[in-house]
């Protein structure tokens, strides 16, 4: 019999989602850094086996108090994962606190999928801590399954897997074998960018781009090489952080071209001639025409 179906990772920013998604489809499918909040999309991973295709969806993390627009919208992404989910992972980053006020708690309480209560980063608690954050989760919420994991080091994650195909329903392969993600490379060049963006700046800085590509066009190199042109803006919501991004004299957007160049080289194996362009879209993440051009469907 062959098993298909959507499987929705939810948890707080941070909890390890993306880097379990990573892990259970095995190619690098979105950003992970340290910063919180760095999914801001749902990005699907698509898992086939001999006779079984799993559709992971890593929903952004759940923002308690929304301050913009944009953060509202990512909640609503939330919601439609609620909706169309076979299997439902709560991820729960073991290290931290939980009470029963969390707003994904709230929701799960009464949630009619299968629910697997996932903890992650179990390589850097106690026992002791795991069954005290797992007796008072179990007080608010009834999961189908338990599971106690690593998503980094891999630890738990076959079993996890395992059950997840077990509790799959009957289906039809919807994807070709080879395909890991419904996401073109257009989409992850944008990534590569605002992960670098990441890596290189501070404080609300990462949090106030958005990066749009203008245009990728495949041509090749003087030798005959296969070479992408990319061109990327860099949408900043403040005046004030126009120079901030592109640094004296223009070092730090050399810095950050160089850099997102070469992944994107990696990533999309042939050769890359990036161009970054900074312009300033005031208050974007409060301005319902820029969240559209930038993809946030409502
Ligand atoms: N020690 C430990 N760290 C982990 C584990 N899984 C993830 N992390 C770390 O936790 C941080 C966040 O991981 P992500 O996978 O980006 O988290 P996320 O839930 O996708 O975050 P958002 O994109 O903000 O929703 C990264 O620094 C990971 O390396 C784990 O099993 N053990």
Do not use: C
Not at 27 to 42: C, D, G, L, N
Not at 90 to 104: C, H, K, P, R, S
Request: no cysteine; aromatic share 10%; glycine share 6%.
């Amino acid at each position: 019999m062959y098993r298909s179906g959507f499987v929705n990772i939810i948890g707080r920013p941070n909890a390890g989602k993306s880097t379990l998604m990573n892990a259970l489809v095995g190619e690098r499918m979105s950003i992970i850094t340290a910063k919180p909040q760095t999914t801001r999309h749902r990005i699907f991973g698509i898992l086939t086996g001999e006779d079984f295709q799993i559709v992971f969806s890593d929903t952004p993390g759940a923002i308690q108090e929304p301050h913009y627009r944009m953060q509202e919208m990512m909640n609503r992404y939330i919601n439609t994962s609620f909706e169309d989910a076979d299997v439902m992972l709560y991820l729960v980053d073991a290290q931290e606190e939980y009470n029963e006020d969390d707003m994904l708690i709230g929701k799960l309480r009464h949630f009619k999928f299968p629910l697997y209560l996932v903890f992650n980063k179990i390589d850097a608690v106690s026992t002791e801590r795991l069954q005290e954050t797992e007796a008072q989760l179990r007080r608010w919420i009834k999961p189908e399954k338990v599971f106690q994991i690593s998503a980094l080091e891999g630890t738990g994650v076959p079993d996890l897997l395992a059950a997840i195909v077990a509790e799959l329903p009957e289906g039809p392969q919807y994807y070709p074998d080879d395909q890991l993600t419904d996401r073109n490379e257009r989409f992850f060049v944008s990534e590569i960018i605002r992960e670098q963006i990441l890596e290189q700046y501070h404080q609300e800085i990462p949090y106030s781009v958005e990066i749009e590509i203008e245009s990728f066009e495949e041509t090749e190199t003087k030798d005959g090489a296969e070479l992408a042109r990319i061109s990327a803006i860099i949408y900043v919501s403040r005046k004030t952080q126009k120079p901030i991004i592109i640094g004296k004299g223009g070092a730090a957007i050399k810095e950050l071209g160089s850099k997102a160049r070469e992944r994107m080289e990696d990533f999309l194996q042939r050769k890359v001639f990036l161009e970054l362009h900074v312009k300033i879209r005031e208050d974007w993440r409060d301005d319902d025409s820029a969240l559209k051009q930038f993809g946030y469907e409502r």
